[in-house]
């Protein structure tokens, strides 16, 4: 077997396969996780590649693929590798704002064996839905949750909740319910790319996500056995990290628009690693060899604290993304954990949240020209 082992855990296959389309998006989300420099990224694979890439996936052991973006329904090919990935027998999950969606391509989308959208709104008021995406979309999104749900689909709602409209919580979630959602994730934002940028307009206080959290439970209580509510709590206030992508090279691979085979959806702002692309290279080549997939699997490459850590297992040291945005180190622990010497970054970022304050820097928006600027 060509599989590499890391210290006594042998590698699986990348069970979940994630295609990032392509990072073109109508919509300039001041939360999007998508690079800074996406506007870099050109050379978008052929539908042939991304489906070759499907095939060898598959072959591996893959079985459950997303298809996001950027927006994934500005390509015209969603539909056909949505069918291939079908007809390979995976589970398919189409991540989308709803732009570019229409009632024909959603009657050929379930004809070709998709199996799950997930919708995404970023509030349930007009106003901020369309002032934090900056375009006009609130009422074309509430279109696109009917069709969906009249082609018999389940409907899934996912919200990304921050500081500017953790306050509506109770009127996001009556919105999902009135729209028939069967799951509604609340997804607290993780601070990488855009938000990360924003952080300071978007991190919310410990009372706004205290009192979210009761509004949530209680809604939880009333709709027992109708609707599913995933709450992700923001884990700059958690004491512990997240097992990110549930452990580096154990599950994960990324494959961005370019064709760059990434282990978590950010990796490729990390220095001194350099990405296989599958235009380069095959699928079983980039998962088991490359210097990226195996950089930080296991535990071989842990520092202190986490190297001697009793609880390293269970979340793997957290997040290398995060490690690098907030203490500079990629193999450092991740500064959410208390027991991380730079673990006063996130203190003090708290410590700001706290304070009722209109931040001097202006939000900053997911554009081309942002991007461009940017990088
Ligand atoms: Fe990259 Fe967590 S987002 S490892």
């Known amino acids: 077997m060509n599989a590499a082992v890391t210290s006594s855990h042998p590698v699986g296959p990348p069970l979940w396969l994630l295609f990032e389309l392509t990072y073109r998006c109508p919509l300039q989300c001041v939360f999007c996780y998508n690079p800074i420099d996406f506007a870099k990224v050109e050379n978008e694979l052929t539908t042939e590649e991304w ?19 950027g927006e994934p329904l500005v390509r015209d090919d969603v539909e056909e590798i949505a069918a ?7 589970y398919t999950n189409l991540i989308t704002s709803g732009v570019g969606l229409s009632r024909e391509r959603l009657t050929e989308l379930k004809r070709v064996g ?3 959208i997930q919708l995404s709104f970023q509030d349930s008021t007009r106003e901020m839905n369309d002032f934090l995406s900056h375009t006009k979309t609130f009422e074309l999104k509430k279109r696109c949750a009917d069709w969906i749900k009249s082609q018999g689909y389940p409907m899934v709602v996912n919200c990304v909740i921050h500081r500017l409209n953790i306050d509506h919580l109770d009127t996001i979630i009556d919105m999902a319910v ?3 959602a069967d799951y509604l994730e609340l997804a607290n934002t993780q601070y990488y790319s855009w938000a990360h ?9 410990r009372e706004q996500l205290q009192k979210a959290e009761q509004t949530m439970l209680a809604w939880r209580e009333r709709m027992k056995g109708k609707m599913k509510i995933f709450f992700v709590v923001p884990d700059y206030y958690e004491q512990r990290p997240k097992k990110c992508v549930n452990g580096w090279g154990t599950t994960l691979a990324t494959i961005a628009p370019d064709g760059t085979a990434l282990p978590c959806h950010t990796a490729r702002m990390l220095p001194g690693l350099s990405f296989p692309n599958v235009r380069e290279q095959g699928m079983k080549e980039i998962w088991f060899q490359s210097e ?7 535990f071989g490459w842990m520092k202190e604290p986490c190297a001697s850590c ?13 490690a690098y945005l907030l203490a500079h180190d990629s193999a450092a622990a991740d500064p959410v954990c208390s027991k991380s010497p730079q673990h006063h970054v996130v203190v003090t970022a708290l410590e700001e949240a706290q304070r009722p304050r209109v931040p001097e820097a202006p939000l900053i928006f997911r554009r081309r020209e942002n ?3 940017l990088s």
């Open 84 to 90: 291939e990935a079908h007809r390979l027998g995976y």
């Open 371 to 373: 991007s461009t600027r």
């Open 310 to 322: 009793e609880e390293r297992e269970k979340d793997f040291g957290g997040c290398r993304c995060q």
């Open 178 to 180: 009135r729209m028939g």
């Open 292 to 298: 990226a997939f195996n950089k930080f699997r296991g």
């Open 197 to 205: 940028l924003n952080r300071e307009h978007l991190l919310p206080s």
């Open 51 to 69: 489906l070759r890439v499907l095939r060898e996936a598959r072959a591996l052991g893959s079985v459950q693929l997303g298809l996001s973006g």
């Open 114 to 116: 998709l199996d799950h």
